[in-house]
Nanobody, 113 residues
């Protein structure tokens, strides 16, 4: 059974930075693409960034130039570094493995002064 566990959320001031991490277990991690999604209150879940098994990354326009997605195949982890955070980045962030349609439990990120 594939399991994804996120960590790293919290409260951060506007302009600050945060790194989210996701540990994957239960599968051969290195061959699969990974993604980060987020869902703000009253809004649909949206894709933030994705990275495939060849380390090619893609970003939503809303976070481009402010986010970096990375993966460590040896540790079966995927991370999302967010910089220059804005109040509109406030959301629950989810780790996602598309091949299995598996989701983590989510981690809250709140950007507020």
């Amino acid at each position: 059974q594939v399991q994804l566990v996120e960590s790293g959320g919290g409260l951060v001031q506007p302009g600050g930075s945060l790194e989210l991490s996701c540990v994957v277990s239960g599968t051969i991690y290195r061959v699969y693409a990974m993604a980060w999604y987020r869902q703000a209150p009253g809004k649909q879940r949206e894709l933030v960034a994705s990275i495939d098994h060849t380390y090619n990354a893609r970003y939503a326009d809303s976070v481009k130039d402010r986010a970096i997605i990375s993966r460590d195949n040896a540790k079966s982890t995927v991370s999302l570094q967010m910089n220059s955070l804005k109040p509109e980045d406030t959301a629950v962030y989810y780790c996602h493995m598309p091949a299995f349609d598996s989701w983590g439990q989510g981690t809250q990120v709140t950007v507020s002064s």
